[in-house]
């Protein structure tokens, strides 16, 4: 059972830069492809982010493409967001997400992911 928990959240300006971070604990993290999902008020969960299991593979969703990095220190247990350029239509609760690594289905899709964290609330006013 992994158990994941972000931080990093806040208010911020249009233009201004946050970066989330996640921890992952309860099981062997390189064991994992993870990805950040995001969902603002009214809509449905979207992707936003994917690393795989050694980092050495990154999407992004069209949306935060050249803004948002992704990025994990396996060491620690960590997965990061840095976002850049943060617009008002960025504002949501945004979640970490762990998936097996031999999970075959898209990387986009919520149902991929085993694991969740609580998320952390972003949001970036005009």
């Known amino acids: 059972q992994v158990q994941l928990e972000e931080s990093g959240g806040g208010l911020v300006q249009a233009g201004d830069s946050l970066r989330l971070s996640c921890v992952a604990s309860g099981g062997t993290f390189t064991n994992y492809n993870m990805g950040w999902f995001r969902q603002a008020p009214g809509k449905e969960r979207e992707f936003v982010s994917f690393v795989n299991y050694g980092g050495g593979s990154r999407y992004y969703a069209s949306s935060v493409k050249d803004r948002f990095t992704i990025s994990r220190d396996n060491a620690k247990n960590m997965m990061y967001l840095q976002m850049n350029s943060l617009k008002p239509e960025d504002t949501a609760v945004y979640y970490c997400?762990?998936?097996?690594?031999?999970?075959?289905?898209?990387?986009?899709?919520?149902?991929?992911?085993?694991?969740w964290g609580p998320g952390t609330q972003v949001t970036v006013s005009a």
């Open positions: 997400a762990a998936a097996r690594r031999n999970s075959g289905t898209s990387y986009t899709y919520a149902t991929t992911y085993d694991y």
